[in-house]
């Protein structure tokens, strides 16, 4: 019988491609608070047995052993983990498989499975988390990043953060991670906080919202008007409405009816369905009822097209 280790012999790129650029977000994760701890080295020399199959291909040939001999003494110097940095780069720069979008996403996952390899947060890995999703906003409008980017700028507001905001971090964090491939990391020990810290429906932060051609979902109160006036305001802007999400959602908008705790409130079936859309790669941006109202007085006053 053909074991799965046999079948992953035969890898398609996609495979290859994502476990280079998890590692590297992996080692850039790991790098944050600049001490790589035992439970740190030890997600590395895991990585390294889980992909230990592949000794025997490029690039991997080059990068095992790098990892290895770095992991080895229990130990892994700044220049270590920018020596493995360099060849996963190099490798992930020449081999072009993935457009940026989708290999940059791959990299912010494997720099949060490194954030938490040693299951804390610290603020340092949280202020370098919140400057990289700054660096990187051409990937707005995927998953996860409008999330984690409206999540940190709620709880950066006042440039603390308290337990409560920690946990929400930790939690949605959690939802990221490939557990199977982590030594440290286990799922059920996120059970309790997922379920008391619910942040999935979370608005994209300062949208950019179009609507000529694009199809606007709406779900939630409006404070501003009926669902029948929402929808004629879309339609006379040149977008359409539509009453449920779909792959084809260009955007759901969520009403608060002024509540302004709406990045942290669970708006219910349309809101879960265009975040699994979303996971999917579905292009469905989640904006809150605020910023379509700006989108619309912004294009009334002639400041966008």
Same mark, same amino acid.
């Given at each position: 019988?053909?074991?799965?280790?046999?079948?992953?012999?035969?890898?398609?790129?996609?495979?290859?491609?994502?476990?280079?650029?998890?590692?590297?977000?992996?080692?850039?994760?790991?790098?944050?608070?600049?001490?790589?701890?035992?439970?740190?080295?030890?997600?590395?020399?895991?990585?390294?047995?889980?992909?230990?199959?592949?000794?025997?291909?490029?690039?991997?040939?080059?990068?095992?052993?790098?990892?290895?001999?770095?992991?080895?003494?229990?130990?892994?110097?700044?220049?270590? *983990?920018?020596?493995?940095?360099?060849?996963?780069?190099?490798?992930?720069?020449?081999?072009?498989?993935?457009?940026?979008?989708?290999?940059?996403?791959?990299?912010?996952?494997?720099?949060?499975?490194?954030?938490? =390899?040693?299951?804390?947060?610290?603020?340092?890995? $949280?202020?370098?988390?919140?400057?990289?999703?700054?660096?990187?906003? /051409?990937?707005?409008?995927?998953?996860?990043?409008?999330? $984690?980017?409206?999540?940190?700028?709620?709880?950066?507001?006042?440039?603390?953060?308290?337990?409560?905001?920690?946990?929400?971090?930790? *939690? /949605?964090?959690?939802?990221? $991670?490939?557990?199977?491939? %982590?030594?440290?990391?286990?799922?059920?020990?996120?059970?309790?906080?997922?379920?008391?810290?619910?942040?999935?429906?979370?608005? =994209?932060?300062?949208?950019?919202?179009?609507?000529?051609?694009?199809? /606007?979902?709406?779900?939630?109160?409006?404070?501003?008007?009926?669902?029948?006036?929402?929808?004629?305001?879309?339609?006379?802007?040149?977008?359409?409405?539509?009453?449920?999400?779909? %792959?084809?959602?260009?955007?759901? #908008?969520?009403?608060?009816?002024?509540?302004?705790?709406?990045?942290? *409130?669970?708006?219910?079936?349309?809101?879960?369905?265009? #975040?699994?859309?979303?996971?999917?790669?579905?292009?469905?941006?989640?904006?809150?009822?605020?910023?379509?109202?700006?989108?619309?007085?912004?294009?009334?006053?002639?400041?966008?097209?």
């Amino acid at each position: 019988m053909t074991s799965d280790k046999d079948y992953r012999t035969f890898t398609k790129p996609a495979e290859l491609h994502k476990a280079i650029n998890t590692l590297r977000g992996i080692v850039a994760g790991i790098s944050t608070d600049k001490e790589i701890g035992h439970d740190e080295i030890q997600e590395l020399a895991h990585w390294c047995e889980v992909h230990g199959y592949l000794r025997d291909r490029h690039p991997f040939s080059e990068i095992l052993p790098i990892v290895e001999s770095s992991c080895a003494d229990g130990v892994i110097s700044e220049n270590e *983990a920018k020596d493995i940095l360099w060849v996963c780069s190099s490798f992930a720069d020449s081999g072009a498989y993935y457009d940026s979008v989708t290999s940059t996403i791959q990299f912010l996952s494997g720099m949060i499975h490194g954030i938490m =390899a040693d299951g804390e947060l610290q603020d340092q890995e $949280i202020d370098m988390l919140q400057a990289w999703i700054n660096a990187n906003d /051409f990937l707005a409008g995927t998953y996860p990043f409008d999330e $984690i980017n409206s999540l940190l700028s709620t709880i950066m507001a006042d440039r603390k953060v308290d337990e409560d905001e920690r946990n929400s971090l930790l *939690a /949605f964090f959690s939802n990221l $991670i490939e557990f199977k491939n %982590s030594f440290n990391l286990v799922e059920k020990d996120f059970t309790d906080l997922r379920e008391k810290y619910s942040v999935d429906g979370i608005c =994209a932060s300062c949208p950019e919202i179009t609507f000529q051609g694009k199809i /606007f979902c709406f779900t939630g109160e409006s404070y501003r008007g009926t669902r029948k006036e929402l929808a004629d305001v879309v339609e006379r802007l040149g977008g359409t409405f539509r009453g449920s999400v779909s %792959s084809k959602t260009n955007y759901l #908008v969520v009403g608060n009816a002024g509540n302004p705790c709406w990045a942290y *409130a669970c708006y219910g079936r349309k809101i879960e369905e265009a #975040v699994r859309l979303r996971k999917e790669g579905a292009g469905v941006v989640i904006v809150n009822e605020t910023d379509f109202w700006d989108a619309v007085e912004d294009i009334s006053a002639g400041i966008t097209q």
